[in-house]
Nanobody
């Protein structure tokens, strides 16, 4: 079982930056593919970016490429999402998720994630 706790959300002006953190419990963090998702009001949850347990990274859409960066620190059992040049359309609840141990599943497929955090709100004002 992996428990995930996100932090770092808040209110920021357009053009600003935030860094989200997701702390994971347990001793097997380095063996889990991690992902970040978001859900805006009235919309379905969408994949943003993920990092494979082997260290490869995957980005979802052109809307976040070049602005959002995922990274992980296996020594701290933590995955990060650095968000720069934020836009009002980035406003959403952001979720951290983990796949099962040494998963070979697609990084970008929501249904392949077994563990989820509670989410953290990010609001970008114009």
């Amino acid at each position: 079982q992996v428990q995930l706790v996100e932090s770092g959300g808040g209110l920021v002006q357009a053009g600003g930056s935030l860094r989200l953190s997701c702390a994971a419990s347990g001793r097997t963090f380095s063996a889990h593919t991690m992902g970040w998702f978001r859900q805006a009001p009235g919309k379905e949850r969408e994949f943003i970016t993920g990092i494979h347990w082997s260290g490869r990274t995957t980005y979802s859409s052109d809307s976040v490429k070049g602005r959002f960066t995922i990274s992980r620190d296996n020594n701290k059992n933590t995955v990060y999402l650095q968000m720069n040049s934020l836009k009002p359309e980035d406003t959403a609840v952001y979720y951290c998720a983990a796949q099962r141990y040494y998963s070979s599943s697609s990084v970008a497929t929501e249904s392949e994630y077994d563990y989820w955090g509670q989410g953290t709100q990010v609001t970008v004002s114009s």
